[in-house]
């Protein structure tokens, strides 16, 4: 019987935050619009900083800097703040001659790598606007990015605004497909959870924006500043939304290896904010509270509840005690089914990995692989969650 239990909750624990939450979700907000108090384009605009923390990124800077000036927002209604960690390629020269363009660009050089959450959390202390975005280097901007982003803060309810990513480069042989897929859904999961209550749960951290009385320092060998930031906000009472409308671009990574290494550092960052929040799911009837637990805490838990379910499973193999003895042995026979496809399912990304050594590229296959992969992160994420966190410090993930 206990082992019937944690089967059948880890079971449903797993297939509530991919399957039936975002269900609940689309039901949900199918009556519901997006906020309306928004700041029209002719009215007074307020002052926005831009921030962005770099390191070595000589081949995306020009283009990401271009595309920010390009855009429709009024050229002295904002700034940009960039901070360079201790760049070794081209990219303090080019910010150089770019400062000489743009006059409302100021960079700072730190000589020591610190990491991105640290570089902001200083380059914070010199911002003028009452708006903050909040971006990467090779996040594109498009025409009216910076609009769709600051116009929502007219409504005082709310104090942050994240964006829609997205994925360029994708590539059938790699992993691309499958993590922009993946992306792709969690920008509408993020999007109805901001229609129902405005409790979108973490925001792309590529490009958002939030009210400068509003941001929280990150603490430091925090791995995951944007979520840590988005739940502040909330502990505040306001409200954390996703505009569609606010269109950035990114090349995502197509390497399998690489993508890989990025999930366990974010997972690590994940039970980071998992310590911090936790509290949160003391208080289950509170919105926030579902959507933590819905969208994110079971989700971070997956690797366990798929282990539980197996280890579950092969107890389960065996006739567990019953007055019945036909419906004891159908019982067995129906677990035992069970066992089978778990090991077969199991065995996929192993035939996926054994296809790409031939070039055979099956995309179907390979999404089995990425929930897979998934999880074994979070696993490893959690393994060094334990050990211990001593440096925010990563290589950058490189893009196609």
């Given at each position: 019987?206990?082992?019937?239990?944690?089967?059948?909750?880890?079971?449903?624990?797993?297939?509530?935050?991919?399957?039936?939450?975002?269900?609940?979700?689309k039901i949900f907000s199918s009556n519901k619009s997006d906020n309306t108090v928004v700041f029209p384009y002719d009215e007074n605009l307020p002052f926005v900083s831009i921030l962005i923390s770099v390191f070595n990124e000589q081949e995306v800077i020009v283009e990401k800097i271009e595309s920010i000036y390009n855009t429709n927002y009024p050229v002295e209604k904002f700034e940009l703040i960039i901070g360079s960690d201790a760049s070794t390629d081209n990219?303090?020269?080019?910010?150089?001659?770019?400062?000489?363009?743009?006059?409302?660009?100021?960079?700072?050089?730190?000589?020591?790598?610190?990491?991105?959450?640290?570089?902001?959390n200083q380059l914070f202390e010199k911002t003028k606007g009452e708006i903050l975005i909040l971006t990467d280097a090779n996040v594109?901007?498009?025409?009216?990015?910076?609009?769709?982003?600051?116009?929502?803060?007219?409504?005082?309810?709310?104090?942050?605004?994240?964006?829609?990513?997205?994925?360029?480069?994708?590539?059938?042989?790699?992993?691309?497909?499958?993590?922009?897929?993946?992306?792709?859904?969690?920008?509408?999961i993020k999007n109805q959870e901001s229609r129902i209550w405005g409790t979108m749960m973490g925001p792309f951290g590529g490009c958002y924006a939030i009210r400068k009385e509003l941001y929280s320092k990150v603490p430091e060998?925090?791995?995951?500043?944007?979520?840590?930031?988005?739940?502040?906000?909330?502990?505040?009472?306001?409200?954390?939304?996703?505009n569609l409308?606010?269109?950035?671009?990114?090349?995502?990574?197509?390497?399998?290896k690489d993508e890989f290494r990025r999930k366990v550092r974010i997972a690590t960052g994940n039970f980071q904010n998992l310590k911090t929040f936790a509290y949160l799911l003391?208080?289950?009837?509170?919105?926030?509270?579902?959507?933590?637990?819905?969208?994110?805490?079971?989700?971070?838990?997956?690797?366990?509840?798929?282990?539980i379910a197996f280890i579950s499973n092969i107890f389960l193999l065996f006739h567990p005690d019953s007055p019945c003895q036909s419906f004891t042995a159908g019982r067995s026979e129906f677990y035992k089914y069970l066992f089978y496809f778990q090991c077969f399912v199991f065995i996929l990304p192993v035939i996926d990995y054994l296809l790409r050594k031939f070039?055979?590229?099956?995309?179907?296959?390979?999404?089995?692989?990425?929930?897979?992969s998934m999880n074994l992160a979070l696993l490893f994420g959690f393994i060094n969650f334990l050990k211990g966190v001593e440096t925010n410090v990563w290589k950058p993930t490189k893009r196609n």
């Open positions: 019987m206990v082992f019937e239990v944690l089967f059948w909750l880890s079971v449903f624990a797993v297939f509530h935050t991919y399957v039936l939450y975002p269900f609940l979700l990219t303090n020269s080019l910010l150089d001659d770019l400062s000489q363009k743009y006059h409302s660009l100021h960079f700072f050089i730190f000589k020591q790598r610190q990491g991105k959450g640290n570089i902001i594109i901007f498009e025409t009216n990015t910076i609009y769709e982003l600051v116009k929502h803060f007219k409504n005082k309810d709310i104090g942050l605004v994240d964006t829609n990513m997205i994925n360029k480069g994708l590539k059938k042989e790699g992993i691309s497909i499958q993590e922009n897929a993946y992306l792709s859904r969690e920008v509408i060998n925090y791995l995951v500043d944007d979520f840590y930031i988005n739940m502040k906000v909330f502990e505040k009472q306001q409200k954390a939304i996703n409308n606010a269109k950035v671009y990114e090349h995502i990574s197509s390497n399998l003391l208080t289950p009837f509170k919105s926030v509270s579902f959507c933590f637990l819905s969208h994110k805490v079971l989700r971070w838990l997956g690797p366990f509840f798929l282990i070039k055979i590229h099956i995309v179907t296959l390979r999404f089995i692989t990425h929930f897979y």
